[in-house]
């Protein structure tokens, strides 16, 4: 088991900048390393989409949406990852989630089986 908690969400107007972070704990009787961790987003009306992933080896993927606006990064010590969001568009607002998992990795939110609870960003024209 893992927990994952985000926070770092808010209202920004456009062009403006949020970082969120992800607190990530795992269960004392499993302690095997996150393969991927990741950032998903879901839009009212939208399915979940991947907007970033952060492999093992320091891998990245980001969706096409947010190419040169986010960077994904992890703090190993804290086992805290980060999304840093730039030029912030009104489409960017949705729900934030974190995602993680041992094994698999990728854009596609069925590979994780952990969640956190979601941060909100708003972003106003």
């Known amino acids: 088991q893992a927990q994952l908690v985000e926070y770092g969400g808010g209202s920004v107007q456009a062009g403006g900048s949020l970082r969120l972070s992800c607190d990530a704990s795992?269960?004392?009787?499993?302690?095997?390393?996150?393969?991927?961790m990741g950032w998903f987003r879901r839009a009212p009306g939208n399915e979940r989409e991947g907007v970033a992933v952060?492999?093992?080896?320091?891998?990245?993927m980001y969706a096409d949406s947010v190419k040169g606006r986010f960077t994904i990064s992890k703090d190993n010590a804290k086992n805290t990852v980060y999304l840093q969001m730039n030029s912030l568009k009104p489409d960017d607002t949705a729900m934030y989630y974190c995602?993680?998992?041992?094994?698999?990795?990728?854009?596609?939110?069925?590979?994780?089986?952990?969640w956190g609870q979601g941060t909100q960003v708003t972003v106003s024209s």
């Open positions: 995602a993680a998992d041992r094994w698999r990795c990728g854009l596609a939110y069925r590979v994780f089986n952990y």
């Open positions: 795992v269960d004392t009787l499993d302690t095997r390393p996150m393969h991927c």
């Open positions: 952060l492999q093992s080896d320091g891998r990245t």
